[in-house]
């Protein structure tokens, strides 16, 4: 059996001695993930953050290999295909991201998560190849029999986490979130068929747990990154408000399907047309269409396209207490810099509030197999660093503003 080896600059070689893998990696709706960003805006702020979500599923796979051969050694009993099923699944658990990821989730499909894009996804690819991804989707779906292989597609310990962690690091260049994830990998086991970690290995799921917290705040939710897609979002929103008012705007095919319509979930997920269109579409579209809205009639949408382009992003201040009396002065100091009105105000000057988790009790728990037998949370080892204080979410307030 012929072997693919891909190089990558975090891991090294990776092998896909699977065929059903090298099938679907080939499959135009996988290589549509080149021309997607990983991490949205991010490279206005982190210049090196141009990956990609291929790179990012590649990588996930890769790990899940690495994890699924640890388990074999310690006595874990699954099948050759339920390896290849986990692999499938964790080479698709992103396919469903539409442009610049997370930045524009529900920017063309208003009420759909692009775990839901992923799942029609995989039935699609999987009634096209008479069902070779069935092993893939049960494993991808919650109720999966053999729940740690599930846990290892997505909880909050999967290979997705430990991927994105380590190569957006690696590609910003921010060191608080790189993470000892080989040696992760190594301390998986799985008792009464859940996925745990053992007792010697708790220091580095503390710090794997830490580390997303940095960079969330220091990275993703960094309020440049903030500002810029928050921009990007606006830009759509405004886009799609002329268009559907009637007004003629320049778009590919498929974003012009999505601008004209206001589709809502279920008849994204009831007729195809919506789907194709959608797995048609990457950051090319989007980018392209801004570059030629910077010219358009309308002052608002050519305004914001011309503040990306240029990089002139929104003035972003980050505060834990409301902020409705400086929205208050920044709208009265972009109308007398802009001249615009009440409506289109809420382009330029605008509040929100965005959420961290560190830990999230509600969700998949970290589990620890204890030297005595017992198995307990992450967060009720001794003297946790990942105490209960941690697991409540972190609100911050934010507002956005236009300045020259």
Not at 278 to 293: E, G, N, P, R, T
Request: hydrophobic fraction near 40%; include cysteine; glycine fraction near 6%.
């Amino acid at each position: 059996m012929k072997v693919k080896i891909i190089n990558d600059p975090v891991y090294g070689f990776l092998r896909f001695p699977e065929p059903e893998v090298m099938q679907v990696i080939a499959h135009p709706w996988f290589q549509r993930l080149r021309h997607i960003k990983q991490m949205g805006m991010a490279q206005l702020v982190y210049p090196g953050a141009v990956h990609t979500r291929l790179h990012h599923s590649l990588g996930a796979c890769h790990l899940m290999h690495e994890a699924l051969n640890v388990l074999r050694t310690k006595g874990v009993h699954f099948t050759e295909e339920e390896c290849t099923g986990a692999r499938l699944a964790m080479l698709l658990h992103d396919v469903g991201h539409g442009p610049y990821s997370h930045a524009l989730e529900h920017a063309l499909v208003t009420d759909i998560r692009h775990e839901q894009i992923s799942s029609l996804i995989m039935q699609r690819i999987n009634a096209e190849t008479g069902g070779m991804l069935e092993e893939a989707i049960r494993i991808f779906n919650p109720d999966c029999p053999k729940h740690y292989l599930h846990q290892l597609v997505s909880s909050q310990l999967d290979m997705d986490r430990m991927d994105y962690l380590n190569r957006d690091s690696f590609f910003t260049g921010v060191s608080e979130g790189v993470i000892g994830y080989d040696r992760i990998l190594q301390m998986l086991m799985v008792k009464n068929g859940e996925l745990m970690v053992e007792q010697k290995a708790v220091h580095s799921v503390e710090k794997f747990i830490i580390a997303r917290r940095l960079m969330y705040w220091q990275v993703y939710l960094h309020k440049t990154v903030l500002g810029a897609e928050m921009l990007i979002v606006n830009i759509l929103r405004r886009a799609r408000e002329l268009a559907l008012s009637g007004a003629s705007l320049f778009a590919t095919p498929s974003l012009q399907h999505f601008l004209y319509k206001n589709i809502r979930a279920a008849q994204f997920l009831e007729e195809k047309c919506h789907l194709e269109a959608f797995c048609s579409l990457d950051d090319s579209d989007i980018s392209s269409a801004i570059k030629v809205w910077q010219s358009h009639s309308d002052a608002v949408l050519s305004l914001l396209c011309q503040m990306l382009v240029e990089r002139r992003l929104y003035k972003v201040q980050l505060s834990a207490a409301p902020l409705d009396e400086a929205l208050g002065q920044a709208r009265e100091r972009v109308q007398k810099t802009t001249g615009f009105g009440d409506p289109e105000l809420q382009y330029f000057a605008f509040t929100g509030s965005t959420s961290n988790s560190t830990y999230d009790t509600s969700d998949e728990r970290i589990c620890i197999a204890m030297k005595d037998g017992s198995v307990r949370d992450i967060s009720e080892v001794d003297d946790p660093l990942v105490s209960l204080a941690l697991a409540r979410p972190v609100l911050k307030n934010y507002i956005c503003s236009f300045h020259e």
